[in-house]
């Protein structure tokens, strides 16, 4: 027969439950930080739709205009330099004026591009990188990365 530690039968539930608060503490924080990455993309996709009610009706082309439509905030980085060197305007120049995306970048909008070609309304997303080509043919135009964004056309 085996004598059982009285001891032992105290400690392997204490340390079972310190387990436990200690599982919950670590996952508290996690599940806080998806639940604000959540409603930055929600805050940044229900902006970009604002924007796209306003700009749908708006010239946004013109010859001698600007290439992109910038908003308040960081011009974010782009893959494609074309994001970066092309003349660019005030955003509220065509629509209501609307604060920096959730991550503190500009809302930008590619007027400049040809016929045929795909009309973004973009935010660089999370990674503050805009990853989207600035010229793409409209039927087969896509996102890339983790841009938000809406077409205009």
């Known amino acids: 027969m085996t004598a059982t530690n009285p001891d032992s039968v105290i400690r392997t539930p204490v340390l079972l439950a310190a387990l436990m608060v200690l599982a919950l503490l670590a996952a508290a924080p996690f599940a806080a930080v998806r639940t604000l990455h959540g409603r930055r993309l929600a805050a940044a996709d229900a902006a970009l739709e604002a924007l796209a009610a306003h700009l749908r009706g708006a010239t946004l082309l013109s010859p001698s205009g600007p290439a992109i439509l ?59 990188i805009i990853e989207t080509p600035f010229e793409q043919p409209s039927q087969s135009a896509v996102l890339a990365g983790d841009d938000r964004g809406v077409r205009l056309r």
């Open 70 to 128: 910038t908003g308040p905030g960081a011009l974010p980085r782009a893959n494609d330099a074309a994001w970066l060197t092309a003349t660019s305007a005030p955003l509220t120049a065509v629509a209501p004026p609307v604060d920096e995306d959730p991550w503190a970048n500009a809302y930008v909008v590619n007027t400049g591009v040809g016929a045929g070609q795909a009309i973004w309304i973009l935010s660089a997303g999370p990674n503050g």
